[in-house]
């Protein structure tokens, strides 16, 4: 952050449109040198975020279910990071049927959240018959993490990645917990 002769310009921890940055060792990430530099863009956030929040966030085995709430960049990587993962039954729910549609074109199980969430839920049942399921919300929606924690058994995962607006507030069942 600076004061300019424009006024005060709040810069963020890293910036995009800066010619320097300083930047914390534990927060770069080595590539391989024979990687197209044309591709490493596509590489950004979104499939560390999804490899980090099935690996170090919900602590995923190989042969676990995995259903994604929310099909854009977040959440098709995360789908492509679950089956990379040996996940099973890997299942993705968005409300844009354009994702839904591209979810489906790459294999995955993709369901179109109607705005009924009793039936986006129905047709998921036995999703996690056997094995645990770990739910990764990439929305921020309230109401799609209220469903999914309700339709969850015990020892299952919910990762909240995506970022709710500022006061809205999940609300739970607490006798699960």
């Given amino acids: 952050s600076l004061n300019s002769s424009i006024g005060f310009v709040n ?16 927060r770069c990430t080595p590539i391989n040198s024979d ?25 995923v085995k190989s042969g676990e279910c995995l259903l994604v709430l929310g099909l854009g960049p977040i959440g098709i990587f995360t789908l492509e990071m679950g ?30 959240d109607d705005g009924n969430e009793d039936n986006t839920f129905l047709s998921l049942l036995g999703l996690n018959n056997g094995s645990k ?9 309230v109401e799609a993490i209220n469903k999914a ?11 909240l990645v995506g970022v709710s607006s500022e006061g809205q507030k999940i609300s739970i069942d607490p006798m699960p917990l």
Avoid at 11 to 26: A, C, D, K, M
């Fill in 83 to 112: 089956k990379f993962l040996g996940l099973n039954k890997i299942t993705g729910i968005d409300r844009n049927e354009h994702r839904v549609d591209i979810a489906r074109k790459l294999g995955f199980h993709a369901h179109l």
């Fill in 149 to 159: 924690f309700e339709y969850m058994k015990l020892g299952d995962s919910l990762i």
């Fill in 35 to 59: 990687l197209d530099p044309m591709l490493l863009p596509l590489f950004g956030c979104s499939v560390t975020t999804a490899y980090g929040s099935l690996i170090n966030d919900s602590q």
């Fill in 133 to 141: 399921l770990h739910v990764i919300d990439t929305t921020g929606n």
């Fill in 11 to 26: 810069s963020g921890s890293v910036t995009t449109f800066s010619e320097y940055s300083l930047v914390s060792e534990n």
